[in-house]
């Protein structure tokens, strides 16, 4: 929960709280919706008693936005108010047979079949799937939705009915961004697709409703238990899937202009804006923003990494050749090179521009000289290398070759990263010096929101911002030649798994 001013958009006050993520089997993750509520209240209250310790009056919030992990399913009983099940994350694998089960009613097995109307090849990481295996083997949720029960939305809406009055006439809804994500939806006619949803076998009425990204959804009911003032009626004003509150946080609102958040996985979007456009190259066609209930929708063109800063957490977590994330850093300085040594961190298949369920990660060209320093170094060098080909299939798409890459996420905050990004792509890489532009969006469309007002949102009066810039350092030939090794481990990993007989269950 962050807290900003809308004159200068400087950060006043925050607290974070981390989300467990469950890993009951191999390839699927999961979250438990009612932690992520209680996060959300956490970080409520603390955040207002750091305020009020600087005091600020928290009475003068006058806005709320909500940003979210997209894709991210849940689905909820409306007459309890409780979750189903846990949460399936967007970067769960068990829909593998529910994507080829589904791949085979398509004419001629195509992938790209709906990517017309919705802008998504059909994989395991978009709502529409999960919603389907949950249907499928969730009894409650399908007696749920038998009895007019059932609730489906991704973590937004299951955050803004709660907040606003939940089982006592919660506020369905969503935005047009993350609806864009479900697969269930025309990002044209911005509305739900009955074909659609008649293809996945999805009720519609099990479906928010969907709004523009900034408008007064309805009152948040959270009471602060704080000694003076409460937050009772302050209206929830603003939503946006992530890494399009990212996109307006980094002010990237001319068409051209793009953006690369390093979070678990990496989100590279650039603003088309009031055309779609779509890819011949493997990225996605997206929603970027709708700024308001009668302002134009604006697309983006998007290209997804799974694995970013998740390779981090496994190197961590997994095999514990570090103790801190900060480590990383420190472990791959002191190689200065990986050594000949390539990761692919295709733990959940690889995304764009490739969609290949079937891949797995490797290590490859490693010697008796390899150590964890040069693996530290080659999981960084793999975020930058998965970056360059995303970069890539945007220039041939958009034909425009950008000029400098504009960066945020926590991740940014490693600095051998950012100039091995600079390095890998042989352009600049630009941080602004307050990293955490997904929240600023998400306050940025609350704040503008009609009835609310009290944020600016023409490019004269927005605050400009200091930044941070990273500039090549290595010859391009050698940079083009680290490159086509990195080509040469991708392919390496592609075709691992086969769904058939999936490994341990």
């Known amino acids: 929960f962050q807290v900003f001013n809308a004159k200068t958009a400087e950060l006043l006050s925050h607290h974070q709280v981390e989300i467990e993520q469950k890993f009951p089997k191999e390839g699927w993750v999961e979250q438990d919706p009612k932690e992520i ?27 709320i936005g909500v940003s979210n992990q997209r894709e991210t ?18 970067l769960d694998l068990r829909t593998q047979s529910t994507v080829e089960r589904l791949l085979k009613r398509i004419p001629g097995k195509n992938k790209a079949y ?40 991704t973590i937004d809406s299951w955050l803004i009915w709660v907040c606003i009055c939940g089982k006592n006439g919660g506020v369905h809804c969503t935005d047009v961004t993350n609806a864009s994500r479900t697969m269930l939806f025309n990002i044209h006619s911005l509305d739900w697709d009955p074909e659609l949803c008649q293809f996945f076998d999805i009720p519609v009425e099990i479906l928010p ?59 590279l979007l650039c603003n088309t804006g009031q055309k779609s456009v779509l890819s011949e190259h493997g990225l996605l066609t997206t929603i970027a923003y709708k700024l308001g209930r009668d302002k134009p929708v604006c697309y983006a063109l998007e290209g ?10 496994w190197l961590r977590d997994n095999l514990g050749i570090v103790q801190t994330s900060q480590e ?14 390539y990761f692919v961190p295709a733990f959940s298949g690889l995304y764009a521009p490739y969609w290949e369920p ?13 150590n964890k320093k040069h693996i530290a170094f080659a999981a960084l060098e793999a975020v930058c290398f998965q970056t360059r080909e995303i970069l890539d299939a945007m220039n041939k798409d958009c034909g425009i070759p950008l000029h400098q890459l504009q960066v ?6 490693n600095k051998l990263l950012m100039q091995l990004q600079s390095d890998i792509l042989c352009i600049p890489v630009v941080k602004p010096s307050m990293p955490e532009t997904t929240a600023l969006g998400a306050a940025m469309a609350a704040g503008a929101a009609e009835g609310v007002g009290v944020w600016s949102l023409n490019p004269g009066d927005l605050t400009a911002v200091t930044c941070e810039r990273f500039e090549p350092q290595i010859n391009p030939e050698e940079s083009e030649s680290r490159y086509a090794r990195w080509k040469k481990a991708v392919m390496r990993s592609m075709d691992w798994e086969t769904s058939e007989a999936p490994s341990n269950g």
């Open 37 to 63: 509520l209680k996060s959300v209240h956490e970080c409520v209250e603390r955040t207002c008693e750091k305020l009020q310790q600087l005091n600020i009056d928290i009475t003068n919030i006058k806005a």
């Open 73 to 90: 399913t849940v689905v909820w009983d409306k007459t309890t108010g409780e979750p189903l099940s846990n949460a399936i994350v967007w």
């Open 114 to 153: 709906f990517k017309s109307r919705t802008g998504l090849p059909l994989s395991t990481y978009f709502s529409a799937v999960k919603l389907r295996w949950l249907l499928d083997n969730v009894k409650e949720i399908q007696q749920a939705v038998d009895d007019g029960r059932a609730l489906f939305g």
């Open 209 to 267: 409703k969907v709004r523009s990204s900034s408008e007064i959804y309805g009152l948040m009911k959270i009471c602060s238990s704080l000694k003076s003032g409460a937050l009772t009626g302050v209206p929830i004003s603003g939503c946006l899937g992530d890494q399009s509150a990212a996109l307006v946080g980094q002010m990237c609102f001319q068409d051209g202009q793009a953006k690369n958040t390093y979070g678990t996985g990496c989100f």
């Open 304 to 313: 997804s990494v799974a694995i970013a800063g998740a390779v981090v957490r």
């Open 328 to 341: 990383v850093e420190k472990l791959a300085a002191e190689a200065g090179t990986s050594y000949g040594c």
């Open 358 to 370: 079937s891949a797995r990660g490797i290590i490859c060209g490693l010697t008796q000289f390899t």
């Open 408 to 413: 945020d996420g926590g991740m940014t905050n």
